[in-house]
Every structure is written in C-alpha cells, then in structure tokens.
C-alpha cells in the first residue's frame, strides 16, 4: 500500500542538501533561509544595522558567514534553524493578486494558504484576472533560477479568445509577433475547441514578459476573454478547484531540481536552453482535451457555491 501521506506534506527538498560553500553563505540567505524575512527583507534589516555576526554589527550587504560556526542574531535574538525547504502549487482564482500583500487591500494568494505555517511566496506572478497554477515555496534559489530568462522553463496556458484564429495567425504566433519591447520567441499553439463566437487554444511560451500572452492574442486580432495557466516547468495544475492548493511530491520536487540543473549544464556548455520543443502530434481539427471539460468542471463548482 501507498502511503500518500509523505507525498502531501512538507518535505525538505534534494537542493537543501550539500556543505557549505567555499567562502561562507551570504548574510541575507541566511536571514530568509530561516523564514523570518524575504531576501529583500533581511537585506534592509542588515543595512539599518539591525543584525550582528559574532556580536559585532554588520551593515554591508554580501558579508558570507558559516552558519556552523558564526553567530547571527536580528533585533539581538539568535535566528533559528533554517526551515526546511516547501513546495506548493495554487490554483490562483481569478481577482486575486499574487502577492502576498496588497496596498489595496485587494485579495492576495496568502488568503487561501490556510494550515501552511511555512513562509512561501510565490514564483512569478499571474495578472490579476488571469487563474490557474503557481508555484510557491521558500527556496529562493530555486525561485530566481526557475525566472530567470536565461532557463527558458516554458508555461502552457489554456486560452478563450474572441472568434475564432485563422491558420495564418496561429503561424503568426508560433513564429512570433512583433510587441512595443521586440519581438516574442517562438510558442507552442494548438487548437483545442471554437465555437461560433469564440475559441479555446493551448499557448506555450518560454518567456515572462507582462502580460505577454494577452498582448500577443490582442496582436493578431483576438482579445482574450478567459487565461489559464494550466502547467509549468513539470508542474500540472490537475484537478485543484480555484483557491486550492496541494503540496508537491517528492517526484515533483525531483523534476524542478533536475529541470533547473539541467538548464544551467545546457547554458554551461554553449547549448540553447530555448531550443523549441517538437509540436505534439494531433489530428487535423479543433480537439477537446479533458483539460477545457476540467477547467468547465471547476468554473461550473465555482458558481453553484456561490449560488447556494
């Protein structure tokens, strides 16, 4: 039998493992690695000569340390033991911000990590009326290198646009489409359902511009009605409903250290991390994948809810 308990919890992860660096860590890793504050965060708290290293203070930003010999504390108090690394995926309603605050006062991811006592926050963002999958944790290195534009970790989302896409412009896109700051890279684009006043297309692209997918719809002629990201890197958004989240599997969390590492061995060697992948092969015609019925299912959930 299974135990599918381990697979649903926070775990540490493969990437917590190894000495320490040669050289020490910076001060500021430390300072988030314990969860009390973002990397931003602790970088204010050492420049306002908030932390001490061995009881002097330190304010230069970059200062390495061990952690297994020195002494750090903020506001005078030890830190405590690094958290253990976590990893969640969000299924973003849409009208929420993804952040964890907002100025506005406007609904944030945080509102629905109900039970997680781990700092996260999110990787990247999603627009405020876009929905679907993202990732969170409190592994900072994992988050840079998963946004960094140099990695290419492609994202597939499940798009209604107005009327329907001729094959010239779903061409346009997959070629890529002159925007106000250049142009796109290529996209993966396949047709998943139309109807008479609209249609349903997978876009997959490999960059993290704002707004980029609405903007390169809005380019060729049809505005976006409804976005979804439906994957990410090796990451699914399954069958979590609007506002759920679940922890990340072991297997999961495996696939984001070997995608990242495998990225940085390909820029190491002089290989393109961007090189496109081959089209998945389909039958001539507009297609209806379970992803549209289950994206349907959980908007259908939504509104009987809101409804009783």
């Given at each position: 039998?299974?135990?599918?308990?381990?697979?649903?919890?926070?775990?540490?992860?493969?990437?917590?493992?190894?000495?320490?660096?040669?050289?020490?860590?910076?001060?500021?890793?430390?300072?988030?690695?314990?969860?009390?504050?973002?990397?931003?965060?602790?970088?204010?708290?050492?420049?306002?000569?908030?932390?001490?290293?061995?009881g002097?203070?330190?304010?230069?930003?970059?200062?390495?340390?061990?952690?297994?010999?020195?002494?750090?504390?903020?506001?005078?108090?030890?830190l405590?033991?690094?958290?253990?690394?976590?990893?969640?995926?969000?299924?973003?309603?849409?009208?929420?911000m993804?952040?964890?605050?907002?100025?506005?006062?406007?609904?944030?991811?945080?509102?629905?990590?109900?039970?997680?006592?781990?700092?996260?926050f999110?990787?990247?963002?999603?627009?405020?009326?876009?929905?679907?999958?993202?990732?969170?944790?409190?592994?900072?290195?994992?988050?840079?290198?998963?946004?960094?534009?140099?990695?290419?970790?492609?994202?597939?989302?499940?798009?209604?646009?107005?009327?329907?896409?001729?094959?010239?412009?779903?061409?346009?896109?997959?070629?890529?489409?002159?925007?106000?700051?250049?142009?796109?890279?290529?996209?993966?684009?396949?047709?998943?359902?139309?109807?008479?006043?609209?249609?349903?297309?997978?876009?997959t692209?490999?960059?993290g511009?704002?707004?980029?997918?609405?903007?390169?719809?809005?380019?060729?002629?049809?505005?976006?009605?409804?976005?979804?990201?439906?994957?990410?890197?090796?990451?699914?958004?399954?069958?979590?409903?609007?506002?759920?989240?679940?922890?990340?599997?072991?297997?999961?969390?495996?696939?984001?250290?070997?995608?990242?590492?495998?990225?940085i061995?390909?820029?190491?060697?002089?290989?393109?991390?961007?090189?496109?992948?081959?089209?998945?092969?389909?039958?001539?015609?507009?297609?209806?994948?379970?992803?549209?019925?289950?994206?349907?299912?959980?908007?259908?959930?939504?509104?009987?809810?809101?409804r009783?």
């Amino acid at each position: 039998m299974i135990d599918k308990t381990r697979e649903n919890t926070p775990h540490p992860s493969p990437l917590a493992s190894g000495p320490t660096p040669e050289g020490g860590v910076r001060l500021q890793k430390i300072i988030a690695g314990s969860g009390l504050a973002s990397r931003r965060k602790a970088e204010m708290l050492i420049a306002s000569g908030r932390v001490t290293v061995n009881g002097k203070i330190v304010t230069e930003l970059g200062t390495k340390v061990d952690p297994g010999r020195d002494h750090v504390k903020v506001d005078g108090k030890h830190l405590e033991g690094a958290q253990p690394f976590v990893y969640l995926v969000l299924n973003k309603p849409k009208n929420v911000m993804s952040t964890l605050d907002d100025p506005g006062g406007r609904p944030t991811v945080k509102d629905f990590l109900h039970g997680v006592s781990v700092r996260v926050f999110p990787v990247g963002r999603l627009d405020f009326d876009s929905e679907g999958l993202m990732l969170m944790t409190n592994n900072g290195d994992l988050a840079q290198a998963l946004l960094h534009p140099r990695y290419h970790v492609p994202k597939t989302y499940l798009i209604k646009v107005k009327q329907v896409l001729t094959d010239a412009q779903i061409l346009q896109l997959q070629q890529g489409v002159q925007l106000e700051d250049g142009m796109t890279s290529p996209a993966i684009v396949k047709k998943v359902k139309k109807a008479a006043q609209n249609s349903w297309l997978e876009v997959t692209i490999r960059e993290g511009r704002k707004h980029q997918v609405r903007r390169m719809l809005e380019a060729v002629g049809h505005p976006v009605i409804k976005l979804t990201r439906i994957r990410m890197g090796p990451l699914a958004l399954g069958d979590l409903g609007p506002g759920e989240f679940r922890f990340l599997t072991d297997r999961e969390a495996n696939a984001l250290r070997e995608l990242v590492e495998q990225r940085i061995e390909m820029e190491q060697t002089g290989q393109s991390p961007s090189a496109r992948p081959q089209r998945p092969k389909r039958g001539a015609g507009w297609a209806k994948p379970d992803v549209v019925r289950k994206v349907r299912r959980a908007s259908v959930k939504k509104t009987r809810g809101a409804r009783s």
